[in-house]
Antibody, heavy 122, light 111 residues
Framework: QVQLVESGGDVVQPGRSLRLSCAGSGFTFSAFAMHWVRQAPGKGLEWVAV????????YYTDSVKGRFTISRDNSKNTVYLQLTSLRPEDTAVYYC???????????????WGQGTLVTVSS | QSVLTQPPSASGTPGQRVTISCSGSSSNIGSNNVYWYQQLPGTAPKLLIY???QRPSGVPDRFSGSKSGTSASLAISGLRSEDEADYHCATWDDSLSGPWVFGGGTKLTVL
């Protein structure tokens, strides 16, 4: 069965960096785009980034452009989110979600990980 | 401030029909498909409706979606206690450089 497992969340100081990972299994990883979506405590969902299945196309929400980088290693069935210059407002549970198809235009599908918590605080 | 506007809360009694709205603009809902996600307390979101009114396998037909102009709606009929959750709408926005957008979410309470 399809499974997504995030890791890497931590408590970090403002301005520091962190790398999140999301390992996929139960499907042909390279055939699907991958999304990161975050949820601040008590708030709604905020879409963060998407990367196409072959790793060639990306989109980011404006608030993270230039600070966050999405990447993937299809040989390891893993997608990453590198977070730099972290701010308190980046505090959230970060979910990875499989896209509905290979392209960056694919919507976040039925498959989501359990989330990993990033807390940015001094 | 979310690009898509949802009421923060909704409620109903068991067996009732409730609707949750999602209001956008011509660059998002007005020209693209709408998706709905259900998030039970303490869990990850689950895709409930895709492409405006399609249900993934396993989603009961009590859940239905619709769109009119720049607004979309999720309807839940025969309300059950297990439907108590947060519901989020989402769509693609043609005018933004970060194209996927979510609504602020609606907390549904079953009284």
């Amino acid at each position: 069965q399809v499974q997504l497992v995030e890791s890497g969340g931590d408590v970090v100081q403002p301005g520091r960096s962190l790398r999140l990972s999301c390992a996929g299994s139960g499907f042909t990883f390279s055939a699907f785009a991958m999304h990161w979506v975050r949820q601040a405590p008590g708030k709604g969902l905020e879409w963060v980034a998407v990367l196409s299945g072959d790793g060639s196309n990306t989109y980011y929400t404006d608030s993270v452009k230039g600070r966050f980088t999405i990447s993937r290693d299809n040989s390891k069935n893993t997608v990453y989110l590198q977070l730099t210059s972290l701010r308190p407002e980046d505090t959230a549970v970060y979910y990875c979600a499989r896209g509905s198809s290979e392209t960056q235009y694919a919507h976040p599908s039925a498959y989501w990980g359990q989330g990993t918590l990033v807390t940015v605080s001094s | 401030q979310s690009v898509l506007t949802q009421p923060p809360s909704a409620s109903g009694t068991p067996g009732q029909r409730v609707t949750i709205s999602c209001s956008g603009s011509s660059s998002n809902i007005g020209s693209n498909n709408v998706y709905w996600y259900q998030q039970l307390p303490g869990t990850a979101p689950k895709l409930l409706i895709y492409e405006i009114n399609q249900r993934p396998s396993g989603v009961p037909d009590r859940f239905s979606g619709s769109k009119s102009g720049t607004s979309a709606s999720l309807a839940i009929s025969g309300l059950r206690s297990e439907d108590e959750a947060d519901y989020h709408c989402a769509t693609w926005d043609d005018s933004l450089s970060g194209p996927w957008v979510f609504g602020g979410g609606t907390k549904l309470t079953v009284l």
